[in-house]
């Protein structure tokens, strides 16, 4: 089964082509800047060089259709028509207390994501553009939604409850959904595969470190807590996100720099974390490079990051009263040893043992010593790969 997996941003569209028998990615790309001029499609059948078009691209529709002819093209394509798409697995973001898997989208799972867009304004909205484009361009199609939120949505309620009044907390849903759910559980099965070991008798935890960072407690497969909570804001300090933080606190700042409620979230969310600490960049290489020449905030920065995650495994392994691995991915979690050294340098209570050497390798790889009774996982994650499955397990099934 031929399946395209598609990632809708706001201003841009991301996506993949697999043939799900082999699970071979077969052409991936990327639309970018979507009404805001400047826009093209930049197109990469697997082994060749990227094509990119550069064109009016106003809105979705418009991408969707650029998407199908390059899919299609005689020369770059990689399927021979639009027919032989078989079906379509859209990343959306929040599915709220109603999605507890992946589903196949009908007139119902449409309206059920608008309804939470309330919830993920910036990031619902967006997946429910691509979906109505592609109902549009390909209407025989199956498409399936695949939700960031769903593998948490077995978190048990002293995980996922706020201490607020319960009725306040059923009347808006107001709680914990956990997001990168799509990525802890690829890490997690991988992480199972590479014990060989049945998933249902581990206990692990997963750490997605990337500009967004959240980590989880998978016990028995499941997951059982994450660190991001009713937003993706909630947990480890980001990249340009605040994470944890007493509620007080936001408050007092908003009433001694006067700023609203917008103007908050805007704060929280792009002013915040490693760029606001160290007043020089959110890139996680930015400030490895700086910190190493001695400027004291970056390291901080740094510092903070590593001491939160750090803190969170400690948490996670009491939650599941122990852990048999962690698991590092994404793009910091993949490519930093420093910082997968920084969060596990007190972690031998745990037994899990960080190796230098191995630490230093790329990509998967077991980076814990031998006799490490915790082993610890550098496991690249593929969001993407885990839609295609999710789409063509629903899609065969319906
Ligand atoms: P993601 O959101 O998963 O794409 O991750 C992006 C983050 O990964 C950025 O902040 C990068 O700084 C960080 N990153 C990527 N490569 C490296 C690297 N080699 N060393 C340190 N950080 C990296």
Same mark, same amino acid.
């Given at each position: ?58 809105? $979705? ?39 507890? /898997?992946?589903?196949? *989208? ?10 939470? *867009? ?14 109505? !484009? ?10 399936? @939604?695949?939700?960031?939120?769903? &593998? ?20 808006? @849903? ?5 997001? $990168?759910?799509?990525? $802890? ?22 750490? $997605? ?5 959240? *980590? ?14 009713? =937003? ?19 408050? &007092? ?8 409620? %917008?103007?908050?979230?805007? &704060? ?15 890139? &996680?290489?930015?400030?490895? =490079? ?26 996670? @392994? ?6 048999? !691995? ?25 037994? @899990?043992?960080?190796?230098? /050497? ?7 790889? %077991? ?13 690249? =994650? ?7 499955? /999710? ?8």
């Amino acid at each position: 089964m031929i399946v395209l997996v598609i990632n809708s941003g706001s201003s841009s569209l991301k996506y993949q082509v697999f043939n799900m028998k082999e699970e071979k990615l077969l052409a991936k790309g990327l639309v970018e800047r979507i009404g805001i001029g400047g826009s093209s499609l930049t197109h990469q059948p697997l082994g060749q060089e990227p094509i990119v078009t550069k064109e009016d691209i106003p809105d $979705h529709n418009k991408a969707i259709q650029m998407t199908v002819a390059a899919l299609t093209d005689p020369q770059s394509g990689v399927v021979k028509s639009m027919e032989a798409i078989e079906a379509i697995g859209h990343r959306v973001a929040h599915g709220g207390e109603q999605f507890a /898997d992946s589903i196949l *989208i009908n007139d119902e799972v449409t309206e059920g994501i608008r309804k939470l *867009i309330e919830l993920a304004p910036l990031h619902n909205s967006p997946a429910l553009m691509g979906i109505e !484009a592609c109902a549009r361009m390909l209407p025989k199609t199956p498409q399936v @939604a695949v939700f960031d939120t769903a &593998f948490h949505q077995s978190i048990p309620e002293k995980a996922y409850y706020y201490a607020l009044p319960y009725e306040i907390s059923k009347k808006y @849903a107001l709680r914990r959904y956990g997001f $990168h759910g799509t990525s $802890h559980k690829y890490v997690a099965e991988k992480a199972a595969q590479l014990l060989q070991k049945d998933i249902v008798d581990l206990k692990i935890i997963t750490c $997605h470190l990337g500009n967004g960072a959240s *980590i989880a407690a998978v016990a028995q497969g499941k997951s059982v807590d994450t660190s991001m909570g009713f =937003t993706p804001l909630e947990g480890l300090v980001m990249g340009t996100r605040i994470g944890d933080m007493d509620p007080a606190s936001l408050l &007092f700042l908003m009433e001694k720099e006067g700023m609203n409620t %917008e103007e908050m979230n805007q &704060f929280l969310n792009k002013k915040c974390g490693v760029l606001g600490i160290s007043g020089y960049s959110s890139d &996680f290489r930015d400030l490895e =490079t700086e910190a190493n020449n001695g400027n004291h905030r970056c390291q901080l920065a740094l510092d903070i990051f590593a001491y939160r995650v750090t803190k969170y495994i400690g948490a996670y @392994a009491a939650a599941m009263n122990g852990v048999d !691995a962690i698991v590092f991915t994404a793009g910091l979690g993949e490519n930093s040893p420093t910082m997968r050294q920084a969060v596990s340098k007190n972690l031998s209570y745990l037994g @899990a043992e960080i190796e230098d /050497d191995k630490n230093n390798q790329r990509g998967q790889v %077991e980076i814990s010593k031998e006799n490490s009774r915790c082993k610890l996982f550098v496991i690249p =994650t593929n969001e993407e790969l885990m839609i295609g499955r /999710d789409t063509y397990r629903i899609v065969k099934s319906s």
